[in-house]
């Protein structure tokens, strides 16, 4: 068995060069709204010639005004804006320098009238498909929008990108990589093909080893052969899109052999924008089909009309594949009449299971144009806090990790904790406790989270007191209150054998009993790892302890300590003099 590897098709930062300065003849104007007179920013509005042929184009700015530079061969203006009706308007024929061309459009119905189109491929007949042309006009005018603003408009952008691997039960985050990129950008996302190359070859590229995943962008939805190769439907608000409306597209009929795209276009249903899509991938393994193969992208709108793609992902599955029992039959049956092995066939036959997903996407973070707008998306932020179990005392100096990722984080004082710029998604958060990891195990916990855009996560975790993992190093002996528990770690400067020895311990302890006063002193004998490490248990806060290291029960050093105060634990570092502890004791006397 062997996993199939994806290849996603990286989102790279596309740079975008303005045009140099108008000359002195230009076409200018102000888009309003019919019925309000509002000026209406994000207009699409396109220079056409004589044979209907486009010159030039640009987006109406926050004020509703366009300007263009002029062209002799140029005949009409056509305006184009989602949630408006389209406006073409003839030119003068006498001109000067300046021409001054105002447009005002009127607001489409909450439910769209419908209109007439020449396209089968929307597939239904009657009103519905009407009503689903209508839909597929406005969205194609947003689309047009999200396009133009990156010719128009383009922005210095910065992006956090990233890739992920996930659980395929239930989503955690396993292992993850994240970028930051920075330039002149409206154009964050971009499909790997051209609109027509997808239509003809699909959505996928593989081989034996390899599959290459390709998505949908907004010049793939704009075009004709997106329209031509799809049906649509339109689709009411649901649970997950409260007050909007869908388009939803799949594959037109004869396109199952082919990986194609399915899903829904949402937009908001009072006056329409485009809020987002969610898309499917087509003819896969039926595991990868449940999975949820595919991706999403949601758009945004600015005050100034620049419409552009703030977040995208990619959900893909990691297959592991195996030949069926009748591999010799499947091969026979897949092989053509030129007697050459059909690998598009094979792959689909071949039993195929999901063993993870793997994740790609980006936000962008910021954006600024050149008229000084500004857009801010910070991603979220995820604290928390780590107590005592059953207890209000917090617990500080406790590294929290988030798995998979990298990143650690140090409890304060007041046992809080927080890690910035946080891609959204399910993580679980490790907290380890490293007060004693020299002398014994780390103590963990773990627990689930997870981070939402636009908000603050918080979690809370709970960990047994220090004192009760203390009392638990001791092997099940009494612990007094108001003692401590000394951790020794012996050091030697050359080459040392551990094995064999021990620590003895003595102190003086003291009991009140009734009027009198019992004085005596207590005895511990610990052996000693082979790392050097040992523990005595029980110590009285704040008495001497005398130290003796042995050897097959002879004494070889000495030394004293006053145990800490500060409970539960103090630690003590002993020196190994090579010349007092010898490393082989001397034979015995016979």
Known sequence: MRALRNTIVPLALLVAVSGGKLEAQRIGGTVRDSGSAAPLAGAVVVLLDRGGGTLARTLSDAA??????????????????IGFQPRVVPLPLTRGNTIVVDVAMSRIPPMLAPVEVSSSALCSDGPDRRRAAAFWEQARAGLLAAVV????????????????????????????ETRSASGTTTRP????????????RGYIDEDSTRRVYKAPDADVLLDESF??????????????HPGAIGLAFEPAQG????????????????VLALRSMEFQFT??????????AGGALRFHAMPNGVVFIDRWSMRLPVLKESRTPSSARIDQMTRGQDGRSNDRRLTRILNRTVVQMTETGGLVLGAVWRDSLRYRNPPPVLTGSVWVERSSTP??????????????????????FAFQAVIPGR???????????????????????????????????QMPSRATTVSRLCDGQRVPDNTTILFGKLVADVLFDFHGLSVSSNWLNQFSVTSETVINRAAQLTDVSTTGRFRVCGIPEGRRVQLTLRRNGHGIADTSVVASRVAPAFSLTWPVIRSAKPAVPPPERR
């Not at 329209?227 to 997950?240: N, R, Y």
Request: charged share 25%; proline share 3%; net charge negative.
């Open 395 to 416: 617990l500080p100096g406790v590294v929290v990790s988030l798995m998979g990722t990298g990143d650690s984080a140090r409890t304060d004082s007041a046992g809080r």
């Open 427 to 461: 993580y679980t958060l490790v907290a380890a406790d490293t007060a004693f990891a020299e002398y014994s195990n780390v103590r963990e916990t773990t627990t689930s989270v997870i981070v939402q855009e636009g908000s603050v996560a918080d979690a809370t975790l």
């Open 255 to 270: 396109r199952d052999s082919i990986v194609d795209v399915r899903g829904v276009l949402w937009m908001d249903a009072g």
């Open 189 to 200: 996302f971009a499909a790997a093909d051209s609109p027509r190359q997808l239509a003809e």
């Open 149 to 176: 603003a990156r010719e128009a408009t383009p922005a210095f952008a910065t992006l956090l990108t990233y890739t992920r691997m996930a659980s395929v039960s239930d989503g955690h985050v396993l292992e993850q």
């Open 227 to 240: 329209a031509e190769t799809h049906c649509f439907e339109v689709k009411g608000e649901d649970s997950d």
């Open 283 to 292: 003819q896969l393994e039926p595991a990868a089909i449940r999975a949820g």
């Open 64 to 81: 509703g005004r366009y300007v263009m530079q002029q062209s002799v061969t140029a005949a009409e203006v056509r305006v184009i804006r």
